[in-house]
Nanobody, 117 residues
């Protein structure tokens, strides 16, 4: 049974940084063979893609609102995907979800990120 466990969310002031982690377990294939991504959902808004790393590829894709501020990375040995978030803004406040996909999609439970003074 595939499980994704996120951590690293919390309250941070505008301009601050956070690093989210997502550890996968129960995978049937190598972690590198999954497309890994982070999504977020703010209250009253639809879930949106924040960042994505395609399978077997280090060329990341980012949502327009986070380009230049967020960085997604993967450690295949630790089966972990990270999201480094810098220069955070109040508009980044949302629940952040880890997602992996290899024909079948899996989601984490979400971690709250709140950016407020």
């Amino acid at each position: 049974q595939v499980q994704l466990v996120e951590s690293g969310g919390g309250l941070v002031q505008p301009g601050g940084s956070l690093r989210l982690s997502c550890v996968a377990s129960g995978l049937s294939f190598s972690f590198s063979s999954y497309t890994v991504s982070w999504y977020r959902q703010a209250p009253g808004k639809e879930r949106e893609l924040v960042a994505e790393l395609p399978r077997f590829d280090d060329s990341a894709n980012y949502g327009d609102s986070v380009k230049g501020r967020f960085t997604i990375s993967r450690n295949a040995d630790r089966k972990t995907v990270y999201l480094q978030m810098d220069r955070l803004e109040p508009e980044d406040t949302a629940v952040y979800y880890c997602h992996i996909d290899r024909w079948v999609s899996y989601w984490g439970q979400g971690t709250q990120v709140t950016v407020s003074a």
